[in-house]
Every structure is written in C-alpha cells, then in structure tokens.
C-alpha cells in the first residue's frame, strides 16, 4: 500500500495531482506500477477520501489530512 499513500500524499497537497487521479486512476495506477489489491484501493477507497476533500486543501492542513487518509488506506488494505 506504500505507492498508494504515496499517491494520495501527493494527491493532497497538488491539486492538480489529485485531478489526474481522480479522473484517471486506471492511468495513474498503470503508470505506478500497483498491484491488483492497490489498484482496487486506490479505486475505491483512496478516491472516495480524494472526492471528499476541500478544494484546495489549506497548506496547515495538508500534514493531518495525509496521516488521516493514510491511516484510512491502511486500514482497508
């Protein structure tokens, strides 16, 4: 799950990032090299906390926002 959160970790702090993944996580995940398991984690669960942040996410937040979210994908790995 590490290239996961490595994923949603860049993901919450560039915008744009997060962007690509969440329109195209098919492409992302291929690029990365994920696993079946990963791929299905990052299509389901990585995405679903991806959607539900605010946009942008403020610069003091980031740091919380990437433990929470990692902790989450963890879980569900």
């Not at 962007?19 to 984690?41: C, F, H, I, N, S």
């Not at 679903?48 to 605010?54: G, K, N, R, S, V």
Request: proline share 6%.
């Amino acid at each position: 799950m590490d290239k996961v959160i490595e994923i949603t970790n860049r993901a919450v702090a560039d915008y744009g990032f997060r962007q690509a993944v969440m329109y195209g996580a098919q492409d992302v995940g291929r690029r990365w090299g994920l696993a079946k398991a990963e791929q299905d984690v990052l299509e389901n669960t990585a995405l679903d906390l991806l959607m539900a942040l605010p946009v942008p996410v403020p610069p003091a937040d980031i740091p919380a926002e990437q433990a929470r979210l990692e902790a989450q994908i963890r879980a569900a790995g």
